[in-house]
């Protein structure tokens, strides 16, 4: 992307708040859910059928709203950061997931009720049980400190730690029955491939696995043309989850748009990091959450020069997922680095964008540094090379051990096993060879290898020594950079934050709701409301429709007997961010309303579609305020 389109995006996004609030104010989640329900924005899947637990249908305004957000997401990452966008499968052999850990690690913790075997997460039942003492007026502030520091940590607390928590609290199953010891739930949902059911397989948890392992493929077309680049993917995720609940927050099908940046481990610098580095966002340490003190506003180059984000490329996607939420309508958004223990083994710092909502702050992306683990793991699993060659400036003496290996004494001396031991050999690193040759020099050794047993080892079989080599370059497992997004708690989040009810200033004190999504996200720009319904209005509205189609912008008609009050009502509560009303006034002008503020201008019928086209635009849209100062101000009746 370009210096100057970057720096005027920038400038329009970057308006934040210096501190965050705890909670959604005045917001009423009733009110909220009853208008997401008869304006279907989701619901329930299977509904007639009493619904099932953790699976929902969005409806034509979020599925709008998705596609607006995944469109922009590809414009934001995919076309600014030229990344190869794949589609991959969701079912997934079992090897796969051996290889990555995930059919021994991906899991949850879970106690049971003994009485009613309700299943619980453990953790998130912890954090519930302290945001109940955090509310309640008759604990003391000191006991208030405690619980907010355990809330913090529970997400990162083992089984074990979770068993302490429950027992020193005494804590109970929402029935008030004793809960079971925790224990480790894996939430990946298993198959079988094929009708004869031998080869077994999983819905993907995740869409990670399915970029990386085109690693290789990626490289060798030609479709990532150098190191560093980065694979994309969006699709659809499956998770078993303990207990969904909290409508689209935790889910067990979803929507995941996700990024595998494949850098140098050696250099995780980013050629582009100067462009964001004065990008503030609200940081929320593991030293800050360990204190029990409120996220940092703090800018990323501050922050990966203290160290505070491990590198340039892991803050560059934190400060580009910053803007790409902020571009969205996000308003509240705070950044957890997670702690030591919460953090894979192999991890080197992640990061959550956490967004409010009226359940507490909810992980929405999640940017990690997974390090080389993966493309390592799948490298053993496949028995593939899964690596990236990097060229010298200039050729260089390297200090290489050398295995000598003498096939033909190996032949006689281990038989059928020769394959085995010398694959032994070759796996051994540089200091256990160096180990192994001062033994040798003193005599025979005896190795115990799996399967194969007890074999003898001379030096007349295997010798090392070190030897200057000349390198124009080396191969390398690269390191993987990975933000995730989930989409649809992003659009919830959005939804919650977007909304409020406006009163009637009429006297009759009628609420209205509003949803105040930004001309990106919402499911149409602009709505063409005929004052009434007359014949003579049609024309108009057809013309106005075919202009704002042609530039792109989608629309939405309201051609019903209804109050003009009224159908600005039902698009208020839509989210849609302008109206362009017809009448029969002689001016060749029509009004122009803004959702947010009800202000009304006359615009001329000829100008009006590339005026909605300018306040849509995804990057620097033109401010209401220039409209106003522009066109005459149309007075509310």
Request: aromatic share 10%.
């Amino acid at each position: 992307f370009t210096t100057t389109r970057f720096s005027l995006r920038l400038a329009f996004i970057q308006k934040m708040a210096t501190s965050l609030p705890e909670k959604l104010t005045q917001f009423a989640r009733s009110e909220f859910e009853d208008t997401c329900r008869r304006r279907f924005f989701f619901g329930l899947a299977f509904d007639p059928y009493g619904g099932t637990a953790g699976l929902y249908d969005l409806g034509p305004p979020m599925c709008a709203m998705k596609a607006n957000m995944l469109s922009y997401w590809r414009q934001h990452f995919v076309l600014e950061e030229n990344m190869c966008e794949v589609d991959t499968t969701c079912i997934t052999p079992e090897e796969v997931f051996l290889a990555s850990g995930h059919v021994e690690r991906f899991n949850d913790v879970m106690v049971r009720d003994t009485v009613t075997g309700e299943c619980i997460r453990a953790d998130k039942y912890i954090e519930e049980f302290c945001d109940t003492k955090i509310n309640d007026a008759k604990v003391s502030e000191a006991e208030k400190h405690t619980f907010r520091l355990l809330q913090n940590a529970a997400g990162s607390y083992n089984k074990e730690q979770l068993a302490e928590v429950i027992a020193k609290y005494q804590l109970k199953s929402p029935k008030g029955n004793a809960l079971s010891e925790p224990f480790p739930f894996n939430l990946m949902f298993a198959s079988q491939i094929g009708p004869e059911g031998h080869k077994k397989g999983y819905m993907r948890p995740e869409l990670a696995q399915g970029i990386i392992l085109n690693f290789k493929r990626l490289m060798d077309s030609g479709n990532a043309q150098r190191m560093p680049f980065a694979g994309a993917c969006i699709g659809t995720a499956f998770r078993n989850e303990i207990a969904p609940r909290a409508a689209l927050i935790r889910v067990r099908e979803f929507t995941l748009a996700e990024i595998e940046h494949f850098v140098n481990p050696n250099d995780k610098k980013h050629v582009r990091f100067d462009r964001i580095k004065d990008v503030k966002f609200h940081a929320w340490s593991r030293e800050l959450q360990s204190e029990g003190k409120e996220p940092d506003l703090i800018s990323i180059g501050e922050a990966v020069a203290k160290k505070i984000v491990d590198n340039e490329t892991l803050g560059y996607f934190i400060a580009r997922v910053q803007l790409f939420l902020q571009a969205c309508g996000v308003k509240y958004v705070r950044f957890r680095q997670h702690h030591l223990t919460e953090m894979a083994h192999y991890a080197q710092d992640c990061w959550d964008a956490e967004l409010l909502t009226s359940y507490g702050w909810v992980e929405c992306v999640g940017i990690a540094d997974r390090s080389a683990y993966d493309l390592t793991q799948h490298s053993k699993g496949s028995g593939k090379e899964l690596n990236a060659r990097e060229e010298f400036a200039e050729p260089i003496m390297v200090r290489v051990l050398q295995r000598k290996i003498n096939k033909g004494a190996a032949g006689k001396a281990f038989g059928k096993n020769t394959g085995a031991v010398l694959e032994y050999i070759n796996g051994l690193s540089d200091e256990e060879c160096v180990a192994l040759s001062e033994k040798l020099a003193a005599g025979e050794v005896e190795l115990t290898l799996p399967v194969v047993g007890t074999v003898k080892l001379t030096s007349a079989i295997a010798q090392f020594e070190y030897k200057e080599e000349r390198q124009t370059g080396r191969n390398f497992i690269p390191s993987v950079i990975e933000p995730s997004f989930g989409v649809g708690r992003i659009l919830y989040a959005i939804l919650e934050q977007a909304y409020w009810v406006r009163r009637d200033d009429t006297g009759k004190n009628d609420k209205r709701a509003v949803f105040s999504l930004t001309p990106l996200m919402a499911p149409q720009k602009v709505a063409i409301l005929p004052l009434m319904v007359k014949e003579e209005l049609e024309p108009l509205m057809i013309q106005l429709r075919d202009e704002l189609v042609a530039l792109g912008i989608s629309n939405r008609t309201d051609d019903s007997g209804a109050a003009i009050g009224k159908k600005y009502a039902r698009v208020d509560e839509l989210g849609v961010p302008f109206c362009i009303t017809l009448d029969f006034e002689t001016d060749g002008c029509v009004t122009l309303r803004e959702r947010d503020s009800a202000k009304q201008v006359r615009v001329p019928k000829t100008e009006v579609a590339g005026v909605v086209a300018a306040l849509c635009r995804s990057t620097a849209p033109m401010d209401w305020a220039a409209v106003e100062a522009k066109y005459p101000k149309q007075e509310r009746e």
